[in-house]
């Protein structure tokens, strides 16, 4: 899809989402605001680190189950974040190579490194990136459809972005629309941050402080309500570090989920 980003958009003084949260994973593409947002969280909130870390596991084994044993080729990834290690398309084509992958978001920082750094890491398969706002699905679909062929299964994948929207029904929304557009056999994968403990939700009270963009932490149960009509990949939905683990589970507030849509 043709995007342009006006360069004036990526401003260094303001902490932005996609920066911060490569701060967190470890990762070099942030500026001083979004240190210091990221430290004014981390400071009450230490383990927001760990979650960042976790949540690129949980990714690496979720496509890889789904790549693997679900057979899916196509993913639509939605608040891609900025490239770090293991991106979706390389855990999914050093798996299926013919693989193929929508990545959204609506950062322009995002945008730029999208073009550089999202190249198809195999002849056989293809990456694309659409920049788009999860507020409008139709453009996210439109985007979609110039890659994928929707007549086969899509694992949509909404990795800890749906917390920007503080209404439950309008994230419903905007999963369910995107999932009505693909056919039986294809899954959603969602994990988000949970307020099931008191120094996380401090935490998110730190990052709006600090002047990030606030992010509301919900219960697993209003999470669950997201996967409505479709069936709970085992082991349903679990603290992300419980989701089928390669290494001992630590407790962490962060709650995610895989499942097929009947
Ligand atoms: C916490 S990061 C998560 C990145 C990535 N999904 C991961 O698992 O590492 C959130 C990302 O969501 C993006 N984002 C926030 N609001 C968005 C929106 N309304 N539409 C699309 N992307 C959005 C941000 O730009 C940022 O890149």
Redesign the pocket.
Known sequence: MADSVDPAAIDSEVP???????YW?GGKDNYASDRAAGDAVAEVYPQIVTM?RL??R??VRAVGHLAGECGIRQFI??????P?MQNTHEVAQSIAPESRIVY????P??LVHARALMGSVTGEGATTYVH?????PDRILDGAREMLDFGKPVAV?????L???PDLAVVRGIVGRVMDATPSGSHLVL?DGTDTGAEVVEGAEKLVESGG?P?VLRGPEQLARCFEGLEMVEPGLVPISEWRPDTAPVPIDAYGAVARKP
């Open positions: 932005h989402a996609a920066r911060i949260w490569n994973m960042a949540s690129r949980f990714l990834d939605i608040g891609t974040g900025l770090t959204v978001d609506n950062d920082l995002v788009a706002d999860y507020h409008d994948m909404f990795m800890g972005v917390g920007y929207e994990w963009v992010y």
